[in-house]
């Protein structure tokens, strides 16, 4: 179960092409909202980029963490997660309409993130929000309520029948971008952080 769980800290990682950035979201809180637009469009134009990092996942009948590696290059991934002492490992790389998974228990491909998620797992996330929410930014295609900081980026973000907690911030070539994220959801808790950001604008 525990490699599963870990495969779920990949999956998550997906995101079936780039867009642009949406206005369907209710904005409050501490920061001033023309300076969030301003950093919202900005850090949106990241279409690449290198991260390494922690996972950890708590579920109701299995919890793990692992390490992880995150590869994108627009819309072609290549992501890979290590668990303790070996257990779990996983590499998931794909592009819009073929995504392909390796671990312990077998090689799978769908033709999506979220079937391949619902055929392993079992449950029906929004697989593609977080290409964006990792990088501090709502999902561009659907209602959000975000909470801003006083330095104008997201400190929470409730969206998608999930809320999202950014805690720490850093500066990465220019880019001020998160370090460190909860996601909540229903019996699922999912914590990244991010040591090491490498973005890039790639253009298309």
Same mark, same amino acid.
């Given at each position: 179960?525990?490699?599963?769980?870990?495969?779920?800290?990949?999956?998550?990682?997906?995101?079936?092409?780039?867009?642009?950035?949406?206005?369907?979201?209710?904005?409050?809180?501490?920061?001033?909202?023309?300076?969030?637009?301003?950093?919202?469009?900005?850090?949106?134009?990241?279409?690449?980029?290198?991260? &390494? #990092?922690?996972? !950890?996942?708590? $579920?109701? *009948?299995?919890? /793990?963490?692992?390490?992880?590696?995150? +590869?994108?290059?627009?819309?072609?991934?290549?992501?890979?997660? &290590? #668990?303790?002492? !070996?257990?779990? $490992?996983? *590499?998931?790389? /794909?592009?819009?309409?073929?995504?392909? +998974?390796?671990?312990?228990?077998?090689?799978?491909?769908?033709? &999506?993130?979220?079937?391949?998620?619902?055929?392993?797992?079992?449950?029906?996330?929004?697989?593609?929000?977080? +290409?964006?929410?990792?990088?501090?930014?709502?999902?561009?295609? &659907?209602?959000?309520?975000?909470?801003?900081?006083?330095?104008?980026?997201?400190?929470?973000?409730?969206?998608?029948?999930?809320?999202?907690?950014?805690?720490?911030?850093?500066?990465?070539?220019?880019?001020?971008?998160?370090?460190?994220?909860?996601?909540?959801?229903?019996?699922?808790?999912?914590?990244?952080?991010?040591?090491?950001?490498?973005?890039?604008?790639?253009?298309?």
């Amino acid at each position: 179960m525990l490699a599963r769980y870990l495969t779920l800290g990949l999956v998550f990682a997906l995101l079936a092409g780039c867009a642009g950035v949406g206005q369907r979201e209710a904005v409050e809180g501490q920061g001033d909202p023309r300076q969030w637009a301003e950093h919202k469009a900005r850090v949106a134009t990241l279409d690449g980029w290198q991260i &390494s #990092g922690k996972v !950890g996942i708590r $579920a109701p *009948r299995d919890s /793990g963490s692992g390490s992880l590696f995150w +590869l994108q290059r627009q819309d072609y991934y290549d992501i890979r997660l &290590s #668990g303790p002492l !070996g257990r779990g $490992a996983a *590499r998931l790389t /794909g592009r819009p309409g073929a995504v392909q +998974l390796e671990s312990s228990e077998g090689r799978y491909a769908a033709e &999506s993130p979220e079937a391949l998620l619902t055929r392993q797992v079992g449950w029906q996330l929004p697989v593609s929000n977080l +290409l964006w929410w990792i990088r501090g930014l709502p999902a561009p295609d &659907s209602k959000s309520r975000v909470s801003l900081d006083a330095g104008s980026h997201l400190a929470r973000l409730e969206q998608d029948g999930w809320s999202i907690e950014y805690t720490r911030y850093a500066d990465f070539d220019g880019y001020t971008l998160p370090e460190r994220l909860k996601l909540t959801g229903q019996d699922v808790e999912v914590i990244l952080v991010v040591k090491e950001w490498q973005p890039r604008v790639l253009g298309h």
